[in-house]
């Protein structure tokens, strides 16, 4: 337990409620004050430096109440509690405390949120003041840059807003209210619909038809977005059903998966019963699951993803780019189809170069793991041509369509010239793009420390050959090698390593398989160009498909 020389919740607000009483004509206000992930932090650093951190924060509050002539108090776990006697000033300094306290006492990431209540009716009980105090904490819980926020009245209206949109859409899933727009998917050199997206609308009586953006967010904190996207799910399978029936041609259609769905369900069993049940092909079904709730790594979404796979199912990996960690990642699941979002680049002269990097980056790992993207977002000509410029072909954004009724899209399937049956593929890159590689400024900082070093991206077919699909510059260094584009040097890796040796080399593949983190590794003895290294290697699986493999390997001198 920490020692934290405090007086308990209990004993705080029967203090804070004599002092409130003959407050007079001197304002008060209410602080509440917790540390950013603080869970986190017991787990990552160990119970006994979490009670160092919390009587750290205990101290440092008592000093700055005390000077402040206030009173504190100790809610439990990482919650602290203090009235102070309000001014402008108070809050200059409050700042500048807290400022001085995040670069000197806590560890990066694990400061201290402060939210402040300045007290307008001293009758209130002290736990709603409390409370008031916790919705602004609330606000910029996990904000690196804002330690300290003031309570607002805004804040309790937005909570009873989205309270309102909670309980009115519950209602709607229960009427079966919800719907969903398409909006279709281009091949921009032709400008035909390669397939579409679902996204879910609801008509609301008096607001109109509301986007999902305000309140999948609600529903996905009280787990009804489960019904919701059932029902969405159903609705398209449903639907693609009924223009089979009708004998109009359909396209894929892709659906939205929530992280929470994952936690509540067996996703891949309900969507492999649902094709059953309106007996449809998998193909016409594709599902779009966040970079973030990949990142959670939860082991019923890695076994519903194998389902996916087995089932003919396509798997997209939405908004990638946004999140952390995303070659590691893509290391380890095999995704059909990426999908980045144009719109989290800002069309601001500053930010503008950083964004097309980082799309740019993006394009380059796609085609390094043989992966296609759909850009999203794209609304004028000049994203469109910058996208063709970065060796992009799909695209879904205002630019071409607008997300639209069922009848609408189903008008534009109606219409051959319009589509693009051959839908979304990765087109090999025929030639050698060797310049891609030496061009900085296609890199992001962090592409470019995740490729650093002599690399090769190889293939490992499914006779048991391993070609080398692309390399760096370092990688002729490293080896040895003055040939540019030597086909039968990318055929035949096995040529240029010693015969006692393959079999090694063969192994740490065998490794780097069994390893998606990890990877495999080893030293091998490599002769090109008459001269002969011993070489230390680096291999990763990038993804597997059609029997064949494709791996990202690091060389160096072996030491
Ligand atoms: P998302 O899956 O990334 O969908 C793309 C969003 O970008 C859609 O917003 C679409 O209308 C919008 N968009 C596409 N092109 C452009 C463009 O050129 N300019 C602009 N400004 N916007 C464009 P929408 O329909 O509001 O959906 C927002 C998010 O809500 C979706 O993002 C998705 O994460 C979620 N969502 C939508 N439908 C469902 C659903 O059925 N279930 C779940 N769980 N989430 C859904
Ligand atoms: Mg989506
Ligand atoms: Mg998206």
Redesign the pocket.
């Known amino acids: 337990m920490a020692d934290i020389s405090l007086i308990t919740m209990e004993e705080f607000c029967e203090e804070a409620r004599k002092r409130l009483d003959v407050a007079g004509g001197l304002k008060y206000a209410l602080v509440a004050m917790d540390i950013d992930y603080f869970k986190l932090f017991n787990e990552l650093f160990g119970r006994e430096a979490g009670d160092a951190c919390l009587e750290n924060m205990g101290a440092h509050l008592k000093e700055f109440v005390d000077n402040a002539h206030g009173v504190a108090g100790y809610v439990g776990r990482d919650d602290f509690v203090a009235l102070v006697p309000w001014s402008r000033e108070q809050y200059d300094d409050v700042e500048k405390y807290m400022s001085r306290l995040v670069g000197q006492d806590f560890k990066e990431g694990f400061h201290p949120s402060i939210g402040i209540y300045v007290i307008e009716d001293p009758a209130e009980s002290v736990y709603t003041m409390y409370d008031k105090a916790l919705l602004a904490v609330s606000r910029i819980k996990g904000n690196y840059a804002e330690h300290v926020r003031l309570y607002d009245n805004k804040m309790l209206e937005r909570l009873r807003e989205s309270h309102t949109i909670m309980v009115e859409s519950q209602q709607a899933i229960k009427n079966d209210e919800f719907t ?2 398409l ?1 279709p998917q281009c091949n921009m050199h032709n400008g035909r619909i390669v397939g579409a ?4 609308r609801w008509p609301h009586k008096v607001k109109g038809f509301i ?3 305000s309140f ?1 967010p609600v529903l996905e904190k009280n787990g009804y ?1 489960v019904a ?2 059932r029902m ?1 799910w159903e609705g398209v399978c449903k639907w693609q059903r009924s223009l089979i029936d009708r004998g109009i041609k359909p396209l894929p259609v892709s ?4 992280r929470i769905d994952f936690y509540f369900m067996d996703v891949a069993e309900f969507f492999i019963k649902l094709i059953e049940k309106y007996d449809i092909p998998a193909d016409l079904i594709e599902v ?1 699951i ?1 970079e973030s709730t990949f990142a959670d790594e939860s082991e019923s979404m890695m076994r519903s993803i194998e389902l996916f796979h087995k089932a003919g199912f396509k798997v997209l990996m ?2 990638f780019g946004t999140g952390f960690s995303s070659l590691n990642m893509l290391r380890k699941i095999s995704i059909d189809i990426l ?1 980045t ?1 144009m ?1 989290f680049l800002s069309s601001k002269d500053e930010t503008e170069s950083r964004g097309i990097s980082i799309m740019e980056s993006v394009f380059n790992l796609a085609r390094q793991i043989g992966t296609p993207v759909i850009a ?4 004028t000509r000049k994203q469109i041509d910058e996208l063709m410029d970065m060796g992009c072909t799909y695209v ?4 071409y369509y ?2 639209m009724p069922i009848e609408e899209y189903e008008e534009l399937l109606t219409n051959e010239e319009m589509l693009d049956r051959r839908g979304i593929y990765f087109r090999k890159v025929e030639q050698f793009h060797i310049r891609e590689f030496l061009d900085e400024n296609l890199y992001s900082d962090t592409m470019l420390n995740n490729i650093l070093g002599a690399i090769a991206i190889y293939e490992l077919q499914e006779d048991g050959k391993i070609r080398i699909l692309r390399m760096n510059e370092h990688y002729y260094q490293v080896t040895g090698s003055a040939v540019m584009d030597d086909a039968e040097y990318r055929e035949h890796l096995f040529h240029y390593v010693a015969q006692e040796d393959v079999e090694a080399l063969c192994e740490i593949f065998t490794r780097a398989d069994a390893n998606p983190l990890a990877g495999g590794d080893g030293k091998m003895l490599y002769h090109a160009e008459g001269s002969e290294r011993e070489l230390y290697v680096q291999v990763f699986l990038l993804n597997s498909r059609n029997g064949n493999k494709v791996y990202y390997a690091s060389l160096k001198p072996a030491t």
């Open positions: 969903f727009y909006q997206e679902a996204l879910v986007s999902p953006g999948i977005v919701l996207d969405v659906v939205n998966i929530s779009e966040t939405d908004d999908k979002d719109r999203e977002g794209a609304e879904q954004g205002y630019y607008e997300p």
